[in-house]
């Protein structure tokens, strides 16, 4: 059982897959998705440049360009976004599996073809049946299409179900019911892989109670699990968003709150500080309180990276609290771990 991880491609994102461990590589799939940039030129080649270092030599990264106009990157420039990632992810020595959707432009298509074609490393269908998206699911004729377009057969096609946002257990339910459809009506295709995935994180930390942790159910993971409770097939890959909502989020303005996303067997528990202290110092009091706290796992800061880091603030064995960028990072490699060991020891995530 592999884990998927749709993880948007930031600077934390990928700070935490730089610093992941041999076990955790041989565990992930990782999808990463292509965030806007009023200067997408520019967003593009810093995509590029975390790739370089986060991914390990050999590893095939997938990449959904999905949230960018299907347009030329800027005046001038040859070709859209997925022909652009593959070229400079091709001149770092990133292999590439692109994401397409039967949705995209036929111009999209081909640049998925020739990116699959030089990278040799196959691609991955996404399909959508999230309730805020309104997208019929291909039939038989318009899959032969698509496989026609990207040149390959679907035994090199990554095949991945989105549920998309999972708020409680009502529309948990009702997603599980057209995951189930989702998965009857194309599983008639040799996939090389198939997942599905859902986001059950909230939008944003907005409304949140300050000083202490506040449980925020994975009900992504219990959808996964009630899929494959009854679904007869081969049962498919776990797939969640980290702990970020499923969207594209609009660029926030302001400094965030002290705050950490920390990931146990059934919930987020998470944690957010009010500013009192200078900089981001209360950090240092919020990393004592969850490491004092029950959620602390018994493996502590050898769980992850981001545990070991977590633990530096407690003690304040770190001149600096961090910020953001590196609470995010810190959250998805707990996160990261948690999911996999749990896949690995009970087969839940």
Same mark, same amino acid.
């Given at each position: 059982?592999?884990?998927?991880?749709?993880?948007?491609?930031?600077?934390? @994102?990928?700070?935490?897959?730089?610093?992941?461990?041999?076990?955790?590589?041989?565990?992930?799939? =990782?999808?990463?998705?292509?965030?806007?940039?009023? /200067?997408?030129?520019?967003?593009? @080649?810093?995509?590029?440049?975390?790739?370089?270092?986060?991914?390990?030599? $050999?590893?095939?990264?997938?990449?959904?360009?999905?949230?960018?106009?299907?347009?030329?990157?800027?005046?001038?420039?040859?070709? $859209?976004?997925?022909?652009?990632?593959?070229?400079?992810? $091709?001149?770092?020595?990133?292999?590439?599996? &692109?994401?397409?959707?039967?949705?995209?432009? =036929?111009?999209?298509?081909?640049?998925?073809?020739?990116?699959?074609?030089?990278?040799?490393?196959?691609?991955?269908?996404?399909?959508?049946?999230?309730?805020?998206?309104?997208?019929?699911?291909?039939?038989?004729?318009?899959?032969?299409?698509?496989?026609? +377009?990207?040149?390959?057969?679907?035994?090199?096609?990554?095949?991945?179900?989105?549920? #998309?946002?999972?708020? /409680?257990?009502? @529309?948990?339910?009702?997603?599980?019911?057209?995951?189930?459809?989702?998965?009857?009506?194309?599983?008639?295709?040799?996939?090389?892989?198939?997942?599905?995935?859902?986001?059950?994180?909230?939008?944003?930390?907005?409304?949140?109670?300050?000083?202490?942790? +506040?449980?925020?159910?994975?009900?992504?993971?219990?959808?996964?699990?009630?899929?494959?409770?009854?679904?007869? #097939?081969?049962?498919?890959?776990? #797939?969640?968003? $980290?702990?970020?909502?499923?969207?594209?989020?609009?660029?926030?303005?302001? +400094? &965030?709150?002290?705050?950490?996303?920390?990931?146990?067997?059934?919930?987020?528990?998470?944690?957010?500080?009010?500013?009192?202290?200078?900089?981001?110092?209360?950090?240092?009091?919020?990393?004592?309180?969850?490491?004092?706290?029950?959620?602390?796992?018994?493996?502590?800061?050898?769980?992850?990276?981001?545990?070991?880091?977590?633990?530096?603030?407690?003690?304040?064995?770190? &001149?600096?609290?961090?910020? #953001?960028?590196?609470?995010?990072?810190?959250?998805?490699?707990?996160?990261?771990?948690?999911?996999?060991? /749990?896949?690995?020891?009970?087969?839940?995530?």
């Amino acid at each position: 059982m592999a884990y998927v991880p749709i993880l948007k491609g930031k600077a934390g @994102e990928f700070m935490a897959l730089e610093h992941a461990s041999r076990e955790v590589w041989s565990s992930i799939r =990782p999808v990463m998705e292509v965030v806007p940039d009023p /200067n997408l030129r520019d967003a593009l @080649e810093t995509f590029c440049d975390h790739a370089m270092d986060a991914v390990p030599t $050999g590893v095939a990264l997938t990449v959904d360009c999905g949230a960018l106009l299907a347009a030329r990157v800027l005046e001038g420039d040859a070709g $859209g976004p997925v022909a652009r990632v593959s070229e400079s992810l $091709g001149l770092r020595g990133v292999a590439m599996c &692109p994401v397409f959707r039967y949705t995209d432009s =036929p111009a999209v298509l081909d640049e998925v073809a020739d990116a699959v074609s030089r990278h040799d490393r196959g691609a991955c269908l996404r399909v959508s049946v999230a309730a805020d998206v309104d997208e019929p699911l291909p039939d038989q004729g318009q899959v032969r299409r698509l496989l026609r +377009t990207v040149q390959r057969e679907p035994e090199e096609i990554d095949l991945l179900v989105d549920a #998309g946002p999972v708020r /409680n257990s009502t @529309e948990r339910d009702a997603l599980t019911l057209r995951v189930l459809y989702a998965l009857k009506r194309l599983s008639c295709w040799r996939w090389r892989h198939g997942s599905i995935a859902a986001g059950a994180f909230p939008v944003n930390l907005t409304g949140f109670s300050r000083g202490r942790a +506040t449980p925020v159910a994975r009900q992504d993971a219990q959808l996964w699990q009630r899929v494959v409770d009854q679904w007869r #097939g081969e049962p498919p890959d776990f #797939g969640d968003f $980290g702990v970020t909502h499923p969207r594209i989020p609009v660029k926030s303005r302001g +400094t &965030p709150d002290p705050n950490m996303r920390y990931t146990t067997k059934d919930y987020w528990q998470v944690f957010v500080y009010p500013r009192i202290r200078s900089g981001n110092d209360d950090f240092f009091t919020l990393s004592r309180d969850l490491v004092a706290s029950a959620h602390w796992p018994q493996t502590g800061s050898r769980t992850s990276w981001g545990d070991a880091r977590l633990k530096e603030c407690a003690y304040r064995e770190r &001149p600096k609290a961090g910020g #953001g960028t590196e609470w995010r990072a810190w959250a998805t490699s707990h996160h990261l771990a948690v999911v996999i060991n /749990n896949l690995t020891t009970s087969g839940r995530p």
